[in-house]
């Protein structure tokens, strides 16, 4: 890791603390830390999932929450620089052009605290051991996830 | 995700709570899955290197390592069923046959135990905000990461 690739983030996904000195890497390494970001978010979600659709154990779902909120916490507006819009990490990137412009700024800004909210409340809700509130909250959460995807991800 | 897919998890790596009902997907799922959570590690690492050893920002500290302690808990073991040893996931798997080798337990069960203990400490050191401590405990995490690599993970 160059330290000379350390540049100022300037998104606003996520960004509520100071961003400058973020490692973001070369292209390629911000597009593979995010999408892998997001499949460690995805394998949690599935056990979550897993969990209110069937036997319900509170140390996983406690485990699999604490994941998510703390990617969800983890700034990761940082590995969106402009000019990954295009790109390889473990594939092609998903992230549509619309994501960088201006204009999307404020939107992304709703859509990022909306998530960043929804997957707090969802290790809140963990906790409690409550498998009916975590069903709901894990209703909320994927439709946070979902409202970003069906703006700003490509389809497969 | 098939919940038919929902297989017993046996290995002992951070496996310290109840293992059953783990959804651990197909072999291309955990291979993936894995590998992404050693890269969103990775990442993280790099942004607690990078404060370490140039300007230091607490929050950043914190939440990476948040994301380390949330994944180093989140029982991945799982994600190393039998018959895993090989295959794709983003790419082939590095891990070593011996990791699945019945007499490895033991030794997996001390690395694993070490490196959950360290990314603990980690966040409680990150915590602090004492940069002096959290490279003093950094150096220690990196310490018990390499030690299964070195064991279990094939070189590039």
């Given at each position: 890791?160059?330290?000379?690739?350390?540049?100022?983030?300037?998104?606003?996904?996520?960004?509520?603390?100071?961003?400058?000195?973020?490692?973001?890497?070369?292209?390629?390494?911000?597009?593979?830390?995010?999408?892998?970001?997001?499949?460690?978010?995805?394998?949690?979600?599935?056990?979550?999932?897993?969990?209110?659709?069937?036997?319900?154990?509170?140390?996983?779902?406690?485990?699999?929450?604490?994941?998510?909120?703390?990617?969800?916490?983890s700034?990761?507006?940082?590995?969106?620089?402009?000019?990954?819009?295009?790109?390889?990490?473990?594939?092609?990137?998903?992230?549509?052009?619309?994501?960088?412009?201006?204009?999307?700024?404020?939107?992304?800004?709703?859509?990022?605290?909306?998530?960043?909210?929804?997957?707090?409340?969802?290790?809140?809700?963990?906790?409690?051991?409550?498998?009916?509130?975590?069903?709901?909250?894990?209703?909320?959460?994927?439709?946070?996830?979902?409202a970003?995807?069906?703006?700003?991800?490509?389809?497969?």
């Amino acid at each position: 890791m160059k330290l000379n690739k350390i540049i100022v983030a300037t998104l606003a996904i996520g960004l509520t603390g100071a961003a400058l000195g973020q490692v973001v890497g070369k292209a390629e390494d911000q597009i593979r830390w995010r999408q892998s970001a997001y499949h460690t978010m995805a394998w949690n979600m599935a056990r979550i999932k897993a969990n209110v659709e069937g036997t319900y154990n509170k140390d996983q779902v406690v485990e699999a929450a604490n994941v998510v909120q703390a990617i969800a916490n983890s700034k990761m507006g940082a590995l969106f620089q402009p000019g990954t819009d295009k790109g390889k990490g473990w594939k092609e990137t998903r992230v549509k052009p619309e994501f960088f412009k201006p204009e999307s700024k404020d939107e992304l800004g709703k859509l990022a605290g909306a998530y960043n909210k929804e997957a707090n409340e969802m290790a809140k809700v963990a906790a409690t051991g409550n498998a009916a509130a975590v069903k709901a909250q894990f209703g909320k959460l994927g439709e946070s996830c979902k409202a970003c995807h069906d703006k700003f991800r490509k389809d497969e």
